[in-house]
């Protein structure tokens, strides 16, 4: 049940904004990252339903997020086994499963999409279910690269509607981008900073431009490092070796593209191409379409620009 709350919002000049307390939300998408935002959403409190069309998908995202806990508890509760204990029970308690996304809206805050990146179906399913979720039910979509005013204009809740963008993996990254468009109102991005800051994340605040402020920056360097590797300018290898000892990234960008899913990558090259024809920046990429054919979707298929098997 949703409640509402005033707070002094800081820079609004002790003006009270209202947001929506949230507790129960819908997570749809049980792959990668609708996984990992159920892990930590579980565990600060909130009641998580994770909703996908395929069950086998759902069973994996509760062992892979038990596991995790597993081993966050270890950690955390080194000195104290039967608090670690609790603490695993009370976070997987929290979590249950569907594939009717329609019949669990029912009693939810939030809805929070993370499934395949598509315009067309990210916008049938936010149709379908602005039919049937109650009233105040924010709906926040996870995309990487699509408009958020696009997607949401297949409903008629403009102004509950906004972008939660996460980042990979969920449980370790602190941030999450939060989109307004010029529709979201002003207690609906109060609510999607609040809920943010309660999974214990930083957020920053985005307009609806193309990739918002990390993936903006970010596409330009995944695809030079891909461009460069098909000119045969440098190895892979030693494209990410550079750039993770020259510039202290965590992952070179090969690295990361195949632990993002050369698939999303895929459909946000295909997407940014459509929308800038003329621009070469987004011409196709001969290798990354020869491994998304072969199936080669990355760390999570066990090939991609590595082996992982
Ligand atoms: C021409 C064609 C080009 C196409 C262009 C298209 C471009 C598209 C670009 C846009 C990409 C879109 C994606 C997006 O929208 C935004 C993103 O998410 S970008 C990705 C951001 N993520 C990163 O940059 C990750 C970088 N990597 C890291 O930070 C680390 O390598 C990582 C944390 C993944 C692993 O760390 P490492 O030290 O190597 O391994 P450990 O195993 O020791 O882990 C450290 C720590 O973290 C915990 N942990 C690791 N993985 C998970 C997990 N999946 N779930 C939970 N916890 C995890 C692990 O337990 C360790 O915890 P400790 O407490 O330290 O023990
Ligand atoms: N992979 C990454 O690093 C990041 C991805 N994103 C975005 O998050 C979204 C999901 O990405 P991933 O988790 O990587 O993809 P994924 O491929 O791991 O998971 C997508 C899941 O959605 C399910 N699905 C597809 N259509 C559905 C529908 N109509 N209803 C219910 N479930 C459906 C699929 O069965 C699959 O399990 C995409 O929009 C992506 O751009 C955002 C940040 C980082």
Known sequence: MAFFTHHICRGLSSSAVRHVVIKNVTIIGGGQMGAGIAQVAASTGHAVTLVDTNEDILKKAVKGIEGNLKRVVKKKFADKPEAGEEFLQKAMQNVSISTDAGSVVQGTDLVVEAIVENLKVKQDLFGGLDKVAPAHTIFASNTSS???????????????????HFFNPVPVMRLVEVIATSSTSQETFDSLLNFSKMLGKTSVSCKDTPGFIVNRLLLPYI???????????????????????????????????????????????????????????????????????????????????????
Do not use: H
Not at 146 to 164: E, H, K, V
């Open 223 to 309: 695809l030079d490092a891909v461009r460069m590797y098909e000119r045969g300018d440098g190895s892979k290898e030693d494209i990410d070796i550079a750039m993770k000892l020259g510039c202290g990234y965590p992952m070179g960008p090969f690295e990361l593209s195949d632990y993002v899913g050369l698939d999303t990558m895929k459909f946000i090259m295909d997407g940014w191409s459509a929308a800038n024809p003329d621009n070469p920046m987004f011409a196709q990429s001969e290798v990354l379409n020869k491994l998304v054919a072969e199936g080669k979707f990355g760390k999570k298929t066990g090939e991609g620009f590595y082996k992982y098997k």
């Open 146 to 164: 699509l408009s958020i005013t696009d997607i949401a204009s297949s409903t008629n809740r403009l102004d509950r509607f906004g972008g939660l």
